[in-house]
Nanobody, 115 residues
Framework: QVRLVESGGRLVQAGGSLRLSCAAS????????MGWYRQAPGKQRELVAI???????TYADSVKGRFTVSVDNTRDTVYLQMNNLKPEDTAVYYC?????????WGQGTPVTVSS
């Protein structure tokens, strides 16, 4: 069982920056992938960014050029650096990990971007 604990979500002004962190524990081997999803009020959860153990990275079109996902494999920690934040980035951000073809989720951390 993989446990994911996020931190870093808060209120920030439009144009500002924020870094989210997520630490994983409970896996005996390297995680297959780690990343972030988000869910805005009244909307479905959507992919923000994900990075595989092999280094392949995928971003949502809406965050390309503004967000960067990175993984510290030695610490099983994934980060999401968010720059030039917009009010439409307001959502609960969920850490995601894939391990042995199973999906794991964190409890979510709220990010609010004020205009």
């Amino acid at each position: 069982q993989v446990r994911l604990v996020e931190s870093g979500g808060r209120l920030v002004q439009a144009g500002g920056s924020l870094r989210l962190s997520c630490a994983a524990s409970g896996s005996n081997f390297a995680l297959d992938a780690m990343g972030w999803y988000r869910q805005a009020p009244g909307k479905q959860r959507e992919l923000v960014a994900i990075r595989t153990y092999g280094g392949s990275t995928t971003y949502a079109d809406s965050v390309k050029g503004r967000f960067t996902v990175s993984v510290d494999n030695t610490r099983d920690t994934v980060y999401l650096q968010m720059n030039n934040l917009k009010p439409e980035d307001t959502a609960v951000y969920y850490c995601y990990a894939q391990y042995r073809k199973r999906d794991f989720w964190g409890q979510g951390t709220p990010v609010t971007v004020s205009s």
